[in-house]
């Protein structure tokens, strides 16, 4: 098949650092390659691709954290509006320069109607990637436009062949939307196991930060507000505190993002010298050897119905994992088999998990065997590809609804 793969997100500029977002693409995207499919990306017309995968682009400036909230969200979601004038021109040039193409697959973005406009004036058949509703931008600042939101994604999905929903949570959520279930297709996301496995030396990351013979707690992920960073920071102060030998490690966050500048700014001062280390931006490519540095791996925090890409790549190097038991990953992860589970939000448990795993090196062998061990029988990218691919058969077996 000529697949026309779109990503109409108009956030996504030179300046942009994507993490699992920039994985999924570019994973889907070289899976389905691997199947023998031929596939064109069409973006929002700013991103270039470094060597490993990330999006060109230099510092991250937080001016736009110092506006008043009503006039950053609704400008935002004003301005997401409006992307669909320049889009819809944009998918209708690239196909006929590209095209034809057998199907239309869409990673759907709030407020974006302009893919599913060219593809059934084009008479495309098309499919939806869902990973998120319109309701998550609260989680990103604040929602000023809802009401105009949630009805332009209600008249999407309805009028789509097929929909990819990262989660059970997300695929109920169609349903109410009254998406027929049938129509809906659950599909977490995965990882590369060749990649990311249990076998790869930690030991240069260890000797570069300093972290020889201690025992490592690691979270990779930006610093956005909903990765509970904040929480595993508190974490890091009361289990390194009071277990020598201890180290909590961040991986990820930039120079110049507010939010990453004054959480370490505070807790430089509030822990001792090594008990907390953050490394900062590392290359998607370098993180399997960061991940290898790790005898435990958290996420502090997670949205009920997301899919965070660094589960699977806990999982698939054989960490153990300690996670929320929000929805989303209750389907993925089994409390004390393949994860210990704790009570979203809730410190005190986050900090009996990670002193729990801290003590008990047979549990956390355990844990990350097992987790290894369903990652790759159940959420490889691989894998995704053969069941996107199905989807998609599906969706050209209908032609253009």
Known sequence: MRVLYVVPDPGVTPRARGGGFQTHVSETIRHLEALGHEVALLDSGRLEFEADGRPRGGRAYGWKERLPR??????????????????????????????????????????????????????????????????????????????????????????????????????????????????????????????????????????????????????????????????????????????????????????GNLRYETLRAAHAAAVEAGQVVFAGEVAHARIPAYLAAMDVAVIPMAADYGSPTKTFEYMAMGRAVVAPAVPALREVLEDRRTALLTRPGEVDDLVRACAELVADAGLRRRLGEAARAEVVARHTWAGNARAIQAVLEQAVAEGPR
């Open 70 to 255: 009503p006039v950053r969200v609704v400008g935002r979601d004003l301005l997401y509006l409006l992307h669909n004038r320049r889009f819809g021109p944009r998918v209708a040039e690239f196909a006929a320069r590209r095209g034809p193409f057998d199907v239309v697959y869409e990673r759907y973005h709030a407020f974006e109607w302009a893919v599913g406009a060219w593809s059934r004036r084009a008479r495309r058949p098309w499919v939806v990637e869902f990973n998120a509703s319109v309701d998550e931008l609260k989680l990103l600042g604040g929602l000023g436009l809802g009401r105009v939101g949630r009805r332009i994604e209600r008249s999407v999905v309805r009028r789509a062949n097929q929909l990819v929903a990262v989660s059970g949570v997300l695929g109920r959520d169609l349903e109410r939307m009254g998406v027929a279930s049938e129509r809906i297709h659950v599909l977490h996301n995965g990882v590369d196991e060749l990649r990311f496995r249990p076998d790869l030396d930690g030991s240069e990351v260890r000797r570069q930060l300093g972290l020889e013979g201690r025992t490592v707690v690691g979270f990779v992920g930006s610093f956005a507000a909903y990765h509970g960073v904040d929480l595993f920071l508190e974490a890091a102060r009361r289990v390194a505190g009071a277990r020598p030998g201890v180290t909590f490690l961040l991986v990820g966050g930039r120079e």
